[in-house]
């Protein structure tokens, strides 16, 4: 047992090195795809990538100066020419909201065309484009043809139709020229435009990198929604303890939240959701999960983490959530970026206060430590590369799930110590501490099981009831060290003497119950007869005393119960003690 217990913390620590070394290995694989991939941007609404070869090469960002016409939906009428219309040029992936054109200030709310001139090598070979969610409806031309679109673009928010709808959009261009006209409006949100990057690359290599985005998106949110139910499973086990619940809760939105992100639902075509859900699912799961952690941590470190921050933090995370339900997107998505700065903030409070309880030698604090470390660096990188500071992509996700795993495993550790201790206390509340056997109240626990198996079966119990003769003189006599010998003595050679299945127990004093199931009385008295022989023998010797011992014994009638049985014991008993002790004697 003891090998046992501690074989499966040990495991489960390896199990957790591995998840984060995994997850270190994909952090530092993308950083290092990002850093070392050859960057080219447009300059002028145009991108020259002649020297590149497009059916190798990962997706290309087409990022940098396109050429912007605001308030206006024009096209081009070929790649040589230019559009005979006021322009300026707008670096993407940006938001257009509060940026200049012509010296007016842009706000979010109206209608543009973006355009941009991209020269390749000549290449037969099928090409695509990998479309993000861009805010919020659009129509994407490829050299005058369109190709895809998303919503329904308009001059006015009446006619306007919002809706998220990434994708990949296959076209050929045997020459090597493209002219990509991307015409966008929005009413419906607080930001709009090309909020990531559209890429380029062919067919093939587009469907293998979407490939590798669904498979690290499912396997994330399977992690997620896995341990949920884990944690579901343990808190209905243990209803009494609420980190189990509160991580289930946490792992649910984090899970919903990398679905919803990750855009795997679209991309898969799997489930449709309207325009208004998605934005709701998406600002939801981050709003909840930050009080959800919080309180974690505070159950889990209350001398660390104070009740009062820990009810400011659910609060404002409450007034943003109930924003988000009430009010319409285009109202409620104006507060996000102050939500952003707020999770910061609680985000280092939360560091520092886990800091200080690795340095006070929490149980766990370290390790959760580590997690939050990377989650906090994970985050500051998502919220830099949102600002377009840096450009390593997002890993908040890994970072998440790195921290959830280390809160699974604390909480998967504290249940299994929970639940051992409560094994122990539960084996000594039905035990006796002197003789180690079972207690009167863990006698009638395990009886329960074998009576139910002799009604079904319509078969006999015998109860032995066993009394050591002049206890009390004994104890008078030899002091109560003797007496306490006895008795522990005793029960070991009603161990050795008795079946495995037998049942003996202490039941008070210096009286003793053995229950013998599937035993008549002519058996049980045998059994007696050698018990108290050896009772004798033994016991007699140790001490260089005479102990002896009166035993009673009854067998079950059709359908009586222990308590009628018993009490015929005991009159057995009685009588034995009467007919001068020292004896068995059988109920009538």
Known sequence: MANKTKTLPLISVALLGLCLFILLVSVVAEVDTTFYQEQKVAINGKLDLKTLDITNSQPIPLSGEWEFY?????????????IDAPHTLLKTPSSWENQTYFGETMSAAGFATYRLRVELAPNKELLALSVPVIGTAYRLYVNQQLIDQAGQVASNMQNSRPEYSPKIVTFSAP???LDIVLQVSNYHLAWSGQWFPIKLASADIQSQAQLKKIIRSVTIASIFFTMAVLSLFHFALRPSDLLPFLLALSCICLGLREVETSQILYITEAISLSFNTAIRLNFLTFYLAIPLITSYFYLSYPNEYRRWPVMF???????????TIVTSPVIFSKFMLYFQYFALCVLLYGLCMIFVAAYRGRTGARL????SLLLFALSINDILFSLRIINTGSMAGLGLLSFALCQNYLTYVRFIKDSRDMQTFSVQANQDPLTLLLNRRGLMEAFKHINTEQRENSE????????????????????????DLVLAQGSKIMQD?????DLAARWGGEEFVIILPNTNEKGAKILAEKLRIKLSNDLSELLKHKITASVGVAQSLENENFSDCLKRA????YLAKESGRNRVVLAS
Not at 70 to 82: I, K
Not at 313 to 323: K, P, R
Not at 460 to 472: E, S
């Open 70 to 82: 605001w308030q206006q939906l024009v096209l081009s009428d070929n790649f040589a020419t230019d």
């Open 175 to 177: 020459e090597g020229q």
């Open 313 to 323: 933090i659910c609060v404002i995370s409450g007034l943003f959530s109930i924003s």
């Open 368 to 371: 959760m430590a580590l997690g």
């Open 460 to 483: 006999h119990f015998t109860v032995m009831l066993i009394d050591f003769d002049h206890f009390k003189r004994l104890n008078d006599t030899l002091g109560h060290d003797a007496g």
């Open 497 to 501: 003497v008795i079946r495995q299945k």
């Open 570 to 573: 005991d009159q057995a008993l």
